[in-house]
């Protein structure tokens, strides 16, 4: 049996453990999981999520960071900050600078009624085509009560002037990088940035759009089972 080991989880722009759900209950027993949840009030600017997620290092000797969407930045900045504890980074479905050049340019539109009437949009359709005790629906409707549009255009403004290409470049720890197939949200152009920076990274795609390792969370265990299982 191999020997226990955490796995730290940092969130999406909904900062909860909602959408991780799939992917923990996938997992196997010797990974232990811990998820970094963020404020739902006050600052959260990378450097104001850093130190919290240096907080959930504080009892752990080694680890393994797994940053999805918003939090791969995030994930190498841990890296960084604690190069003795972090073992491996996996970045799932994200970016080292903004995943479309056109998203920086329209930052001044990261406001809090334009993030809420997206969201609402976003959502309209699986209230109207999937009944309620359907999945997603439910924790798409459990985020959308537990954040605040404020707290998501917070961090989308964050992430729209992120460039992290120096630390994945430096990063101390190997790095997995982890995509859908038909990410529409961040392109596979992102993947393909990232190797350019820094070649060793390995890349595995599994089956699925942005929220592949919700969707597809047998899948997603199976690449960071297998991530952590070479590393030892």
């Known amino acids: 049996m191999l020997t226990p080991i955490t796995l730290v989880l940092l969130p999406g722009l909904d900062g909860t453990d909602v959408f991780f759900r799939p992917l923990l209950a996938a997992l196997p027993g010797w990974i ?3 998820v970094v949840q963020f404020p739902t009030a006050g600052a959260n600017e990378y450097p104001d999520l850093l130190r919290l997620a240096q907080c959930a290092l504080a009892e752990t000797t080694a680890c393994y960071v797994l940053g ?5 930045p995030l994930a190498l900045m ?3 900050a604690e190069p003795a504890k972090v ?3 996996i970045l799932v479905s ?3 600078r903004p995943p479309r050049s056109i998203y920086a340019r329209l930052r001044w539109a990261a ?6 009437i997206l969201r609402f949009c976003k959502r309209l359709p699986v209230w109207l085509s999937r009944s309620s005790s359907d999945r997603l629906r439910r924790d798409k409707t459990e985020t959308w009560k537990r954040v605040k549009a404020s707290m998501v255009a917070a961090r989308i403004r964050a992430l729209l002037q992120v460039d992290a290409r120096e630390l994945l470049m430096h990063c101390p720890a190997l790095v997995l990088c ?3 197939s038909d990410d529409g ?3 596979h152009g992102n993947v393909d940035e990232m190797v350019c920076v820094r070649p060793s990274v390995q890349v595995r795609m599994i089956e699925g759009q942005h929220f592949a390792i919700y969707t597809n969370p047998t899948a997603a265990a199976g690449a960071i089972e297998a991530f952590m299982t070479e590393l030892g």
């Open 32 to 34: 232990m999981p811990i």
């Open 68 to 72: 999805w969407s918003f939090s791969g």
């Open 78 to 80: 841990l890296a960084a």
């Open 87 to 89: 073992r491996g980074v």
């Open 94 to 96: 994200t970016f080292v």
């Open 111 to 116: 406001v809090t009624p334009t993030v809420w």
């Open 178 to 180: 982890l995509a859908g």
């Open 185 to 187: 949200i961040v392109p």
